[in-house]
């Protein structure tokens, strides 16, 4: 095992030192990409994206990488910090939202809130000035920037949307009770869509996979699939192959627990329901 060695961390920016510090590791033991590909027992060509920061992979190969290397947690030290840069999570925003408009489907998991493509102007105005802490102006472009988002739903070649919620997410309220039973109606006529399809995982299934990680798997057009996570502060693509079937497994998995379609539109009616009658305070 070669011996841990001190990253030098050639660049203050995080995505580009992670690179940096990855090639400069396999080049001093005199590895090519594949032969390290069949040492780590993972593709090398997620090696060579990762080398030149077009992904940042998962833990699971930073890990495995830590391990190889002898580097203790390093690597993934560093990984956590590109993870985490503001920058780079706008950029892959930014692709995320080009991938989205372009995809012919998209499959969802939300373990605590509703997803952006079925919420009401009070969900999103409220969700964004909360957590983000955006008012005034900048408040107004964003929630007016999402609600557009929901357009691609529509029409003709509109993609086919799944999205599993969470018992968590329904039964987290906005504080005017009228926005809440709006935002309600309005999940329930989503659903009536050809082309939407609303699943509902209730708190009797226990823990499970998935249970703390927003998810959405983006299906292209040449039927290659990348999946995207997301926190509340970043979000990461899960684009190598195998990394991307077993996200797929886990959420497979979820559906599973999940209640049928038909049933998840009772639960959304019984929770409108009992909205109506709670008490005004």
Same mark, same amino acid.
């Given at each position: 095992?070669?011996?841990?060695?001190?990253?030098?961390?050639?660049?203050?920016?995080?995505?580009?030192?992670?690179?940096?510090?990855?090639?400069?590791?396999?080049?001093? +033991?005199?590895?090519?990409?594949?032969?390290?590909?069949? %040492?780590?027992?993972?593709?090398?060509?997620?090696?060579?994206?990762?080398?030149?920061?077009?992904?940042?992979?998962?833990?699971?190969?930073?890990?495995?990488?830590?391990?190889?290397?002898?580097?203790? +947690?390093?690597?993934?030290?560093?990984?956590?910090?590109? $993870?985490?840069?503001?920058?780079?999570?706008?950029?892959?925003?930014?692709?995320?939202?080009?991938?989205?408009?372009?995809?012919?489907?998209?499959?969802?998991?939300?373990?605590?809130?509703?997803?952006?493509?079925?919420?009401?102007?009070?969900?999103?105005?409220?969700?964004?000035?909360?957590?983000?802490?955006?008012?005034?102006?900048?408040?107004?472009?964003? %929630?007016?920037? +999402?609600?557009?988002?929901?357009?691609?739903?529509?029409?003709?070649?509109?993609?086919?949307?799944?999205?599993?919620?969470?018992?968590?997410?329904? +039964?987290?309220?906005?504080?005017?009770? &009228?926005?809440?039973?709006?935002?309600?109606?309005?999940?329930?006529?989503?659903?009536?869509?050809?082309?939407?399809?609303?699943? $509902?995982?209730?708190?009797?299934?226990?823990?499970?996979?998935?249970?703390?990680?927003?998810?959405?798997?983006?299906?292209?057009?040449?039927?290659?699939?990348? &999946?995207? $996570?997301?926190?509340?502060?970043?979000?990461?693509?899960?684009?190598?192959?195998?990394?991307?079937?077993?996200?797929?497994?886990?959420?497979?998995?979820?559906?599973?627990?999940?209640?049928?379609? &038909?049933?998840?539109?009772?639960?959304?009616?019984?929770?409108?329901?009992?909205?109506?009658?709670?008490?005004?305070?």
């Amino acid at each position: 095992m070669p011996a841990r060695r001190v990253v030098t961390g050639r660049s203050q920016e995080p995505r580009k030192r992670f690179a940096e510090e990855l090639k400069s590791l396999r080049t001093e +033991r005199g590895l090519s990409l594949r032969k390290l590909g069949e %040492v780590a027992g993972w593709d090398w060509s997620l090696f060579s994206k990762l080398e030149k920061g077009e992904t940042l992979g998962g833990p699971e190969v930073i890990q495995a990488l830590d391990q190889y290397y002898g580097t203790g +947690r390093t690597l993934l030290a560093l990984w956590e910090l590109a $993870v985490a840069d503001p920058t780079q999570f706008k950029e892959r925003y930014r692709r995320y939202m080009t991938l989205e408009a372009e995809a012919i489907s998209l499959w969802h998991y939300a373990p605590y809130l509703l997803p952006g493509l079925l919420q009401t102007e009070a969900y999103a105005r409220t969700l964004m000035g909360t957590s983000s802490g955006l008012e005034g102006d900048e408040l107004n472009r964003q %929630v007016e920037a +999402r609600l557009g988002r929901q357009a691609l739903l529509e029409g003709d070649n509109a993609p086919t949307f799944r999205t599993i919620l969470s018992e968590t997410a329904l +039964r987290t309220p906005l504080p005017i009770r &009228a926005q809440w039973q709006e935002q309600l109606e309005h999940l329930l006529a989503a659903g009536d869509r050809r082309n939407v399809t609303i699943q $509902v995982v209730l708190h009797s299934a226990g823990l499970y996979a998935l249970s703390n990680t927003d998810l959405t798997f983006l299906k292209a057009t040449d039927g290659r699939t990348v &999946a995207w $996570v997301e926190t509340a502060y970043s979000g990461e693509f899960v684009e190598e192959t195998a990394a991307v079937d077993r996200l797929q497994l886990r959420y497979d998995l979820v559906r599973d627990l999940a209640l049928s379609p &038909a049933d998840s539109r009772k639960f959304i009616m019984r929770t409108l329901e009992e909205t109506s009658c709670e008490p005004s305070i």
